[in-house]
């Protein structure tokens, strides 16, 4: 079957706590009001989103008259004891810096390591995918968080890259593009598409 469909993944919009590069894995601050957003389209079938504000914020100001599906799965990784603090805070603990040198090994005091946080969003993409299926919608966009973005794009942009080489500014969005078969065969997308940005939104 060739069959084409499209995920978007839409990183949401900037916070205080992010401007101040603060780690806020699970911790829940609202965006800022001058967020600005990808112009993405309405004609999305279904819309996930974190459960987190800052995401449910984003989806909202986006889809402003459409439901969305909540799902915990896809937060970003859960820093632990290290919610809301910055790299000035933390630049003297040996166990942050020993995590800094290689965070896919080590874990947060407290938070997720690399492997539990990957094994969550695979699960809940897994039902993402279940749900689009089942249902043969061809069109789906998720708002969440840029580790989890970053980790979705390691794992199935049509390029090969590590996680960290994956840039995804706030606000952000992606279309990757899927013939069906090769989705329920969790394969590489076959294309890759950056969503423009536009200046502002308030509405």
């Given at each position: ?25 699970w911790t829940?601050p ?140 706030h ?20 294309s890759?598409?950056v969503?423009p940005?536009?200046?502002k939104?308030?509405?």
């Amino acid at each position: 079957m060739d069959e084409r469909v499209v995920i978007t993944l839409f990183r949401h919009g900037v916070t205080e706590d992010n401007k101040r590069r603060a780690y806020i894995g699970w911790t829940n601050p609202s965006i800022s009001e001058d967020a600005e957003f990808a112009d993405v389209t309405d004609d999305y079938d279904l819309i996930f989103t974190s459960d987190l504000d800052r995401c449910m914020q984003t989806t909202k100001r986006l889809f402003p008259h459409r439901k969305a599906i909540s799902m915990p799965l896809f937060r970003e990784i859960l820093f632990g004891q290290w919610e809301g603090k910055t790299y000035a805070d933390l630049e003297h603990d040996k166990q942050y810096r020993s995590w800094v040198s290689d965070p896919i090994a080590d874990a947060p005091p407290g938070g997720e390591s690399f492997t539990q946080f990957t094994e969550r969003i695979d699960q809940g993409f897994q039902a993402l995918v279940e749900q689009m299926n089942l249902q043969l919608h061809k069109k789906v966009i998720l708002t969440t968080h840029g580790g989890v973005i970053r980790y979705l794009l390691m794992k199935y942009a049509p390029e090969k890259r590590s996680f960290w080489e994956w840039k995804v500014p706030h606000g952000s969005a992606v279309e990757l593009e899927w013939k069906r078969e090769d989705l329920r065969r969790d394969a590489r997308c076959t294309s890759l598409r950056v969503v423009p940005i536009t200046a502002k939104q308030n509405g």
